[in-house]
């Protein structure tokens, strides 16, 4: 009997060791934190549903990286007795985390929207860009290469525009900066091209001034060509009568210098013959005194100053001609009507008429806004 | 004796409770992670980024569960290996959406490939019989010039499809098909204006 009480006292006392033994194991035992570490991960989830790993890239991998310290932390004290653990350092890194974690959540956000903002603003401003392009140089004469640039630099920005549209606004915005750079560019030198041509606008001016005063005084018929508007206009006794679409030379910015370089002349000229049938292959034909002593003087100056090779000729037959209709510049120099209105033309100037050639009628920042 | 055995046993007792009850589910762990690093050489990261971002989630979820769990005295890694179960077979969806996608943007690749070259042939039947006159011919040139970059663009896109890029190609082809498809729209507009039969 004794014996059984012995053996039940002691599997008794045994039994209550080893529960005041894990009791205490748990009471002591240092406690991770769980929930520090939750909130971080919750926090990182957070971060990259915002693509805080695109757009704040910095503090997102900070805050990743303090999560994977955290957890190799966590695992590596895990290791350790139980009373030998210490979670300050995992709990230390949460928190880093979390933080982190945070902040790139909202910068991302921000950033994202900030450059969403500043790529919408970049992709308007490109389009008006694009449509200068087209609207004042759709026939200005540049080189093949240039208009390749420019197409190039068009489908960059539809690129643009089919990424930023399916919110990709890292890749939007290099394909933005690569359009940027081909269409702001010839935008700008072709613009820098046009201002030098337009240093020329007071010269324009005055000569269409003195050509209609004389027109007017004179109740005389006179032509002007316009040619960066492509137009040619018919004035009677300082009066526009008639207004029609022109077709110009190939390469028809600035003055002739030479033979064979496909420019319109620039000046005040008179028609020296008319020509008609078989006297011309262009319908009508109304030949201008181009070369006169002016341009002879200038084109002997140029060569004494060699802008242009000594052998150079200075050319002629330029005529405001029929023909045209054609919508490009077309011609070696000459100015093209269509036949019917070569015809009005032809019916009402007679040899001596004037004919007043000049760059633009209008001046640089009208022609810009125009 | 029979002290000695008692106590024996209350030694193996501590040493089994002490040394935890569950151990940790390292297979399913490392089968998960295998699944996950699939499903990004998959492309899961292009195609379905969301999902493969929900996945991974879960994995660092579970991963500070398992912590937590080894963490206490008492270890049981039932509940996170069912959890590691549902994580495989979500991993394992992501390698399928994966691959689903990408056939599919593939396929909206070759789509779009076999359109914009239709496009672009009869752009340059059109462009043979738009009108000419007044800004037409110069429209027309700009236009010529345009579609050469257009079909630049249809090379590069195919470039980037014989790579297996097929986002990249889609997103490039589709640039290409808008510009085409508006050049295609003007020339008409223009054919219509002008009276000449389409």
């Known amino acids: ?370 | 004796m029979k002290n000695r055995i008692l106590l024996g046993l209350a030694a193996f007792a501590m040493v089994a409770l002490l040394s935890s009850c569950g151990k940790v589910p390292q297979a399913k762990i490392d089968a998960v992670n295998a699944a996950i690093d699939s499903a990004k050489t998959l492309q899961a990261d292009v195609y379905v980024p969301a999902a493969l971002a929900a996945v991974q989630d879960s994995m660092k979820a579970i991963n500070t569960e398992i912590e937590a769990k080894k963490s206490k005295l008492f270890k049981n890694f039932k509940e996170a290996e069912a959890k590691l179960d549902q994580a495989l077979l979500a991993a394992q969806q992501v390698q399928t959406d994966a691959v689903a996608k990408k056939e599919e943007v593939k396929k909206s690749v070759e789509t779009l490939m076999t359109d914009i070259k239709a496009v672009i042939e009869e752009n340059g039947k059109l462009m043979k019989r738009a009108p000419r006159g007044k800004e037409g011919a110069a429209v027309l040139e700009q236009m010529k010039n345009e579609m050469t970059t257009v079909e630049t663009s249809v090379a590069d896109a195919q470039g980037m499809y014989d790579k297996g890029a097929y986002m990249d190609a889609f997103n490039k082809v589709t640039a290409a098909k808008e510009t085409a498809d508006k050049i295609n729209g003007e020339l008409k507009e223009a054919m219509k204006k002008a009276g000449i039969k389409i």
């Open chain 1, 1 to 370: 009997m004794k014996k059984k009480l012995r053996w039940v006292i002691v599997t008794l006392c045994s039994a209550a060791i080893i529960a005041s033994i894990i009791f205490l194991l748990h009471k002591i035992a240092p406690k991770p934190p769980v929930d520090d570490v939750e909130f971080a991960m919750q926090n990182l989830s957070k971060a990259g549903t915002n693509k805080a790993g695109t757009y704040s890239k910095k503090l997102y991998n900070e805050a990743k990286a303090a999560f994977d310290s955290c957890m190799i932390n966590w695992t590596r004290e895990n290791e350790k007795f139980i009373l030998f653990r210490n979670f300050e350092k995992v709990e230390d890194y949460a928190k880093l985390s979390a933080l982190k974690s945070s902040q790139a959540a909202e910068s991302s956000v921000s950033n994202s929207n900030n450059l969403k903002s500043k790529l919408r603003v970049k992709i308007d401003s490109l389009n008006h860009t694009r449509q200068s392009i087209d609207k004042i140089f759709g026939r200005y004469p540049l080189s093949p290469e240039i208009r390749s640039r420019i197409s190039n630099g068009k489908m960059l920005l539809k690129e643009a525009e089919v990424a930023f549209d399916n919110g990709q606004y890292l890749p939007a915005n290099r394909k933005i900066a690569d359009a940027e750079y081909l269409l702001t560019n010839v935008y700008d030198n072709a613009i820098d091209e046009l201002k030098d041509y337009f240093n020329l606008f007071p010269t324009w001016k005055r000569w269409v001034q003195s050509s209609i005063s004389d027109s007017r005084k004179n109740n005389s018929y006179l032509l002007i060509v316009d040619k960066f508007s492509r137009k040619c206009y018919l004035y009677l006794g300082g009066n526009k009568k008639y207004e029609f679409e022109a077709e110009l030379g190939r390469n028809w910015v600035g003055d002739k210098k030479r033979s064979g370089d496909k420019a319109t002349p620039e000046g005040i000229y008179r028609i020296v013959t008319k020509y008609q049938g078989r006297e011309t292959q262009y319908h009508k034909a109304l030949r201008i005194d181009y070369p006169n002593a002016e341009d002879k003087e200038r084109f002997r100056m140029e060569i004494k100053k060699g802008i242009i090779p000594a052998s150079s000729k200075i050319g002629g037959g330029i005529e405001i001609h029929g023909g045209g209709g054609k919508g490009v510049d077309w011609t070696e120099g000459c100015v093209a009507l269509t036949d019917r209105e070569i015809d009005i033309v032809f019916s009402l100037v007679k040899v001596g008429t004037m004919v007043t050639i000049v760059g633009s009628m209008k001046d640089f920042n009208e022609v810009l806004v125009n």
